[in-house]
């Protein structure tokens, strides 16, 4: 909020997927008068809801996303326990910070075999030398820290009033049913569940994702009018 405030913006909308999408949610819960709305890959419901009335489908996601907060995940626990341990090897090592940021591009794009069936090399190298050359491998694990840990980040009575819209895709780490982020973002005006695309859709569908991201902040915008 400061940021936008020292650009001279009083109201704007946001996005984000990823710790975007988390601090997306955090600016449309905590600034309504100044957020419009948002779009958001990421729809966090609030702990510890029932699964009572969710269809098959519905309760496939909520245990695939459990599972890869409980077993999958040992990099954000990691960060989140002790930062710097492993923050030291990710400004010492070029091979070392590829194999960590690989890692996930292996595991959470929607391929079969290899991210690079989706992402070229040039955009995954482009990605992991940002992070060398600034030497900020470490510091910018430290938001897990900080945040006492992924999915928990949220403070868990956050409720977003603004227009929101939601694209979950299938291949993402978690995904959650509209009956539960309706717990938390109480006025959802457009929700897609796109056909492909993983964690990276910006890398993995470009075409579609800004389309997606267009309708998804028109529909927003026209919401917060009405």
């Not at 859709?201 to 009018?225: N, Y």
């Amino acid at each position: 909020m400061e940021l936008m405030g020292r650009l001279g913006y009083t109201e704007f909308v946001a996005h984000g997927g990823d710790w975007g999408g988390v601090i997306t949610t955090i600016l449309g819960g905590r600034f309504p008068e100044h957020v419009i709305g948002i779009h958001t890959t990421v729809a966090q419901p609030p702990p510890d809801l029932a699964t009572d009335g969710l269809t098959a489908v519905e309760r496939t996601w909520v245990e695939e996303s459990r599972d890869f907060w409980s077993h999958r995940a040992a990099y954000a626990k990691q960060q989140a326990a002790r930062p710097q341990t492993i923050g030291y090897s990710l400004v010492d090592s070029p091979v070392g910070l590829l194999a960590w940021i690989l890692d996930k591009f292996a595991e959470w794009t929607d391929t079969e075999d290899s991210p690079f069936e989706t992402i070229c090399r040039d955009s995954v190298l482009d990605n992991v030398t940002l992070y060398w050359l600034t030497g900020t491998g470490a510091s910018a694990a430290r938001i897990y820290y900080e945040s006492h840990g992924g999915v928990n980040a949220f403070d868990p009575g956050l409720r977003v009033d603004v227009p929101s819209s939601i694209s979950t895709y299938p291949r993402d780490i978690e995904r959650w049913p509209r009956a539960w982020a309706q717990e938390r973002f109480r006025r959802i005006v457009r929700w897609r569940e796109p056909e492909a695309g993983g964690h990276f859709p910006s890398l993995e569908v470009p075409a579609s994702f800004i389309k997606d991201l267009q309708e998804g902040l028109a529909a927003v915008v026209a919401a917060s009018r009405s």
